[in-house]
């Protein structure tokens, strides 16, 4: 069953006429989309279509040589990526970007520096202030593992390398959560690891959306069991360009889908 949050029908995240190029390759080509509040997107394509790409030009990562992106109608076309992170918009990547040597906590907390007082000055001179921060982190990295998977809290101060395939991404996903985005982007979750894996960390996904706050997810994914079970809608994408809009069994029944993306002639 489909367990997922009915979506808002106010847009929360749109592009218009986005294009990206890299010398002579265009990888997004005119592309027009939006994501509504509180639903759950599934952004699908054969590799090189365009998923990952259209993520790293809203996070700023890479500025788009033309178009426009806007979140909550403000105006995100060409920001940084930390005035990005400051919208309250968050990702993971489809290779993990964990430092193994650190805690559990260590990574997650590196996730909230919205809040984080990193002063060289305040860490060394304001010790009681330094405390009380560190303790309220903590907490706050406590009570979002407990919530997200309770297994995971007793391995709070254990280095990452320790961890399981499964363990080390639920860490990812905690450390783009932690700062309580309302959007989130999720660059393919299941890789390197198995189905059963992947569907336990989508449920924890939920019970996180569920409990703490709802937040909007962008999902790419090539595991349709996964799209099928998790999106009310899907965007599917084609060496850049937007090829079909729908609900998934709209977009699997789609022709051209079927050919760009499922191979079928």
Not at 243 to 259: L, S
């Given at each position: 069953?489909?367990?997922v949050?009915t979506?808002?029908?106010?847009?929360?995240?749109e592009a218009?006429?986005?294009?990206?190029?890299?010398?002579g390759v265009t990888?997004?080509?005119?592309?027009?989309?939006h994501?509504?509040?509180?639903?759950?997107?599934?952004l699908?394509g054969?590799?090189g279509s365009?998923k990952t790409t259209?993520f790293?030009?809203?996070t700023?990562?890479?500025h788009?040589s033309?178009?426009k992106?806007?979140?909550r109608n403000?105006?995100?076309?060409?920001?940084s990526a930390?005035?990005?992170?400051?919208?309250?918009?968050?990702r993971?990547?489809?290779?993990?970007?964990l430092s193994l040597p650190?805690?559990?906590f260590?990574?997650?907390?590196?996730?909230?520096?919205r809040?984080?007082?990193?002063?060289?000055i305040?860490n060394?001179?304001?010790?009681d202030r330094f405390?009380?921060e560190?303790e309220?982190v903590?907490?706050?990295?406590?009570?979002?593992l407990?919530?997200?998977n309770p297994k995971l809290?007793?391995?709070?101060?254990?280095?990452v390398?320790s961890?399981?395939?499964?363990?080390r991404r639920?860490i990812?996903?905690?450390r783009a959560?932690?700062?309580?985005p309302d959007l989130?982007l999720l660059d393919?979750?299941s890789a390197g690891?198995?189905?059963d894996?992947?569907?336990?960390?989508?449920d924890?996904?939920?019970q996180v959306?569920?409990k703490?706050?709802?937040?909007t997810i962008?999902l790419?994914?090539h595991?349709m069991?996964?799209i099928?079970?998790?999106?009310?809608r899907?965007?599917?994408?084609?060496?850049g360009?937007?090829?079909?809009?729908?609900?998934y069994?709209e977009?699997v029944?789609?022709?051209?889908v079927?050919?760009?993306?499922?191979?079928?002639e």
């Amino acid at each position: 069953m489909n367990q997922v949050i009915t979506p808002l029908t106010n847009k929360i995240l749109e592009a218009h006429q986005l294009t990206m190029r890299f010398g002579g390759v265009t990888a997004l080509d005119a592309l027009d989309l939006h994501v509504n509040e509180g639903e759950v997107l599934g952004l699908l394509g054969p590799n090189g279509s365009g998923k990952t790409t259209f993520f790293n030009v809203i996070t700023g990562l890479y500025h788009a040589s033309s178009g426009k992106v806007t979140f909550r109608n403000k105006d995100l076309t060409g920001a940084s990526a930390q005035a990005v992170y400051r919208e309250a918009i968050t990702r993971t990547f489809q290779r993990s970007r964990l430092s193994l040597p650190l805690t559990v906590f260590d990574n997650i907390a590196i996730g909230d520096n919205r809040r984080l007082n990193t002063g060289l000055i305040f860490n060394l001179f304001q010790r009681d202030r330094f405390k009380q921060e560190y303790e309220k982190v903590v907490e706050q990295v406590n009570t979002l593992l407990v919530t997200f998977n309770p297994k995971l809290a007793s391995k709070i101060f254990e280095p990452v390398a320790s961890l399981s395939m499964i363990d080390r991404r639920r860490i990812e996903i905690c450390r783009a959560l932690i700062s309580e985005p309302d959007l989130l982007l999720l660059d393919e979750p299941s890789a390197g690891m198995t189905h059963d894996e992947t569907a336990e960390v989508m449920d924890d996904i939920l019970q996180v959306r569920g409990k703490i706050k709802p937040f909007t997810i962008v999902l790419i994914e090539h595991e349709m069991g996964l799209i099928q079970r998790m999106t009310e809608r899907c965007i599917v994408l084609n060496y850049g360009k937007k090829i079909a809009e729908g609900t998934y069994d709209e977009i699997v029944n789609n022709r051209e889908v079927q050919v760009a993306y499922l191979g079928q002639e």
